[in-house]
Every structure is written in C-alpha cells, then in structure tokens.
C-alpha cells in the first residue's frame, strides 16, 4: 500500500486540506481513509492510527481499514497489535487482499522466516505480482523459486519448505522431492486372530469399515453411506496402534500410518499439502488403511499456532476427510488418541469421526490371548495363561509384552550361566509378572473427570461403564 512512498512537500498542504473537510462532514469514511493514509506516508504513523481507529468506529466491518490499522501498527514496531488484527482477518473466508503479505511481514520482523516464507508463499497464490517483491528479496526467495508454485495446478508432491541455514533460506530448487519421507506403506501380516480379545471392537469395525469394501452394493441397497473413520481412544498400550494394523491385514489392503505430531513438525508451515500429498498416497495405493496417530495433536496444537495456521490444517484434514476434492473409495481410515477430550469437535460431525470407540485395557480373558499371542513360538513349559493374568488386572498388552519379554531375558540369563537352555514357566511369568507395575492408572484417573464433568451427548458412556461410574 502506502509504505514505500517517499515523503511529498505538497502531503502538509493536503492533509490541512483534508483536516479542514472533515471538519465540515466528520463522518465521512473515504475522507478519513484519505487522511490516514498520507499521514502514514508522510510517517505520521501515531496520528495515522488515531484516524484509522476513527473510520474503524463508524465502518466497522470494512476489513480493508483493519488492514490499513495493522500496517501502521507494524510500522511503529507494535509486532503483536498488528499480529492479532491479522489472526483475525485470516479468519476470513477469503481474507482481503494484502492480508498473506502482511502476514508474512509480521512474521519476519519477529524473526520467525520459515513461518514468514509460508505465509508468503500464500501471498503469491493470492496475487502473483508479489513474486517480485521487496518482500521476496528479503525472504531470499527469487521469482524462479516461486513460479509454478501458485495456482491450483501446483504439484501436489512438491511439498518441500525451504530451509533457513545460516538465517538465509535456502532456495526451493535445492529441495528433492522427499515429502512423504519416513512415511513406510506396510503390508501388515497380522490380521484380526492376532489381536486378543476385543471382540465388540472388532466387529464394529468390520461393519463400518472392511465390510462395505467388501460389500459395496449391499450397504448402497440399504441406503448406508460408505466412508468417514473411527476414532479409537484409550490409555496407552492397551493395543489401538495393534488394531489398527491388524485391519489392515483382515482387510488385506495396506497400511500407512501416520503421527500427527510429524506432520506439524518435520513440514512445519507446509502441513496442508504435505497432509494432501499423504491422503493421495494412500487413494493411489488403495485398498490401504490410512491410520492417523495422536489427533488430539491437531486440536492442542491449534491453540500454541498462532493465528489460523492450526485451522487451516484442521480445516484441510476435515476437507480430505470428506473426499472433498478427491473419492476416498478404497480408503479405510482410522485415527487413534489417548486424549479424546481434546479432539476438535469438528472431526466428530456425521461422515467425519462420528464414532468413537474405546479400546479398555484387556479383561482376563483378553489378557489370557494377549499372553499366548506373546508366548507364540517360545520354548515352554505347558502352563496356563489363565491362571496367570487372573491377578493382571489393569495391565495393558504393552505391559503383557513387557512381562514375557522381561520372562525370556532371565531365561536367557540363567541358560547362558548354566550353559544350558530351559523351557519358560508359570513360575518364570509370575516372577516377572512382580517386577511390571500396570501403566493404565494414571489415564483413569485423568479421564475419570472428564466422564464425571463433560461427557456431553455420553461421549465417554463406555468409560463409565467400565468404570462403574454409571
Ligand atoms: N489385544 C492385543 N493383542 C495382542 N497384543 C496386544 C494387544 N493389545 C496390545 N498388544 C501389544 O501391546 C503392544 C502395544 O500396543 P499398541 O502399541 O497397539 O498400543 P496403543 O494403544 O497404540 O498405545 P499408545 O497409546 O501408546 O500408542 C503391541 O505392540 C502389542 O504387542
Ligand atoms: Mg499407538
């Protein structure tokens, strides 16, 4: 807008001129607008806001002043007065123009450049002249940098956020294509006989999810809607990351698994596309269980992202979620969280996350199975899992897994002493069984309260019932 201009020798002649009009209409918005923004050009910036303030008063939803007012803020170094003006107008859906650009101005005079390129970035999409910027020049990004990179036909793949090395950015053309690194397509060999117990959780997701792929026209007969997830939640180790695997297997399609939290971290600033690239992958690879780790990420996460960039990640999930842009025909999706009070409520709307499945630590005959799933293919003696888990109460599969392995390791301790190998025992399991302490306390405790002061529509109805709280 107005800040490059050089100060004019005729701007006090105008601003009088203004002064004096105003005094006769006082209201008058485009006038003031006017005065405002020559007093900001001539670097009048205090008594540029005081007017801009005024023109807010009496056209108080015209976003293009709000625009103005953030500006002058920045420009008197007021980093967060004109931060929270632009939090709020990227809220809107489209934001005015010049927000991005602003935005990423913010962000660079307080030092944050990756986030400013991001913001950037954006800017160009919205208005390509920006490419040849000042801005850009100081962003260290070039016009060849940024071509191709606006527009809706951008390569969905090409993902890659500069990187600042040295306090410089990086050149984009550096980048390789290594967006969807880390991230492993599985072919998982355990299927549902692998998981003990849960029976009621297996069947529900054999109805909503691996059925109607089986089955397609059945469900479109009747009228039922094939897509959306489930959410499963549940303290820790108690097998939701198992399942979702052994789904994969039972459905014979693919696994891609995917932590929130590597999303947000290792794109930072570029969680939307990278988010579309890792839903593609897995349309491309379909039949595939898309397993989303940690969702409740995206929900903490929103409220230490400032400004909308957590919305728009959530936002761009939700989209994907719908197949908005692209039929998520063939992919089953899961999502799994120990913090189910944080999930965004968004994500629990109909085709969306709209059952939420609570994935309890074993029961006895649950952990009897997981014992033997655990014992499989082990030297042992003929002893009853039964007999040993009765007094388990409490302890997750991961605990189960950490009592067998805790088992063998004395075993194998005592074979290399004696130097010669022995057959596990019952004795052997209890013993180990005295050294693990059960890990799912704690998440009761915490979700005790949340079932007792905001189980809202029964959200948490299962854990109360598990609890005896109901
Ligand atoms: N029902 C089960 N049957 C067999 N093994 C199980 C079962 N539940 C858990 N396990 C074992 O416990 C381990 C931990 O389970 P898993 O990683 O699936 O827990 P989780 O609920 O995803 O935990 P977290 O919340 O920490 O991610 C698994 O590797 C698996 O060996
Ligand atoms: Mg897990």
């Given amino acids: 807008m107005s800040r490059a201009d050089e100060p004019d020798p005729a701007a006090d002649e105008t601003i009088r001129a203004l002064e004096a009009a105003l005094a006769q209409s006082p209201d008058n918005v485009p006038l003031i607008r006017h005065l405002a923004r020559t007093l900001g050009q001539q670097r009048r910036f205090e008594d540029a806001e005081r007017w801009y303030r005024r023109a807010l008063q009496l056209a108080s939803d015209d976003d293009?002043?709000?625009?103005?007012?953030?500006?002058?803020?920045?420009?008197?170094?007021?980093?967060?007065?004109?931060?929270?003006?632009?939090?709020?107008?990227?809220?809107?859906?489209?934001?005015v123009a010049g927000t991005f650009v602003l935005h990423a101005r913010i962000l660079l005079a307080e030092g944050d450049v990756r986030r400013a390129v991001h913001a950037f970035h954006r800017a160009v999409e919205d208005d390509p002249k920006?490419?040849?910027?000042?801005?850009?020049?100081?962003?260290?990004?070039?016009?060849?940098?940024?071509?191709?990179?606006?527009?809706?036909?951008?390569?969905?793949?090409?993902?890659?956020?500069?990187?600042?090395?040295?306090?410089?950015?990086?050149?984009?053309?550096?980048?390789?294509?290594?967006?969807?690194?880390?991230?492993?397509?599985?072919?998982?060999?355990?299927?549902?006989?692998?998981?003990?117990?849960?029976?009621?959780?297996?069947?529900?997701?054999?109805?909503?999810?691996?059925?109607?792929?089986?089955?397609?026209?059945?469900?479109?007969?009747?009228?039922?809607?094939?897509?959306?997830?489930?959410?499963?939640?549940?303290?820790?180790?108690?097998?939701?990351?198992?399942?979702?695997?052994?789904?994969?297997?039972?459905?014979?399609?693919?696994?891609?698994?995917?932590?929130?939290?590597?999303?947000?971290?290792?794109?930072?600033?570029?969680?939307?596309?990278?988010?579309?690239?890792?839903?593609?992958?897995?349309?491309?690879?379909?039949?595939?269980?898309?397993?989303?780790?940690?969702?409740?990420?995206?929900?903490?996460?929103?409220?230490?992202?400032?400004?909308?960039?957590?919305?728009?990640?959530?936002?761009?999930?939700?989209?994907?979620?719908?197949?908005?842009?692209?039929?998520?025909?063939?992919?089953?999706?899961?999502?799994?969280?120990?913090?189910?009070?944080?999930?965004?409520?968004?994500?629990?709307?109909?085709g969306r996350f709209d059952r939420m499945l609570f994935v309890p630590p074993p029961d006895e005959t649950a952990r009897a199975a997981i014992l033997e799933v655990h014992l499989a293919g082990k030297p042992l003696e003929a002893l009853s899992a039964a007999k040993i888990v009765k007094k388990l109460d409490g302890f997750s599969g991961a605990d189960l897994h950490g009592l067998v392995e805790r088992a063998v390791e004395a075993k194998l301790r005592a074979a290399l002493k004696q130097g010669a190998p022995s057959p596990l025992t019952e004795k052997d399991l209890m013993r180990a069984a005295k050294l693990v302490k059960p890990s799912t306390r704690e998440w009761f405790s915490t979700a005790r309260n949340h079932v007792l002061y905001a189980n809202e529509g029964g959200l948490y109805d299962d854990v109360a019932k598990y609890l005896g709280l109901e």
């Fill in 64 to 95: 293009t002043l709000r625009l103005a007012l953030a500006e002058c803020y920045l420009d008197q170094n007021k980093h967060n007065h004109a931060g929270v003006i632009v939090d709020l107008l990227l809220q809107r859906d489209p934001p």
């Fill in 130 to 350: 920006q490419a040849e910027s000042e801005l850009a020049r100081r962003l260290g990004l070039s016009a060849a940098d940024l071509a191709g990179r606006s527009g809706d036909d951008r390569d969905e793949d090409d993902a890659g956020v500069p990187e600042v090395v040295d306090g410089r950015v990086r050149s984009l053309a550096d980048e390789g294509p290594n967006e969807l690194a880390g991230l492993e397509l599985e072919r998982p060999r355990i299927a549902f006989a692998d998981v003990g117990g849960m029976d009621a959780l297996k069947e529900e997701i054999s109805i909503k999810l691996i059925q109607p792929q089986k089955h397609p026209e059945l469900f479109k007969a009747y009228g039922k809607s094939v897509g959306g997830g489930l959410l499963l939640y549940g303290p820790p180790g108690c097998g939701k990351t198992h399942i979702a695997r052994a789904t994969a297997g039972e459905a014979q399609a693919r696994f891609l698994a995917v932590g929130i939290h590597d999303v947000l971290d290792m794109w930072l600033g570029n969680s939307e596309k990278q988010l579309h690239a890792i839903f593609e992958h897995a349309r491309r690879n379909a039949p595939c269980v898309l397993f989303f780790d940690e969702v409740d990420a995206l929900a903490s996460k929103r409220s230490d992202m400032r400004g909308s960039a957590g919305r728009h990640v959530i936002n761009q999930f939700l989209s994907e979620l719908d197949g908005v842009s692209a039929s998520n025909e063939g992919v089953l999706i899961l999502a799994a969280t120990n913090s189910p009070w944080f999930v965004d409520p968004a994500f629990r709307r109909p």
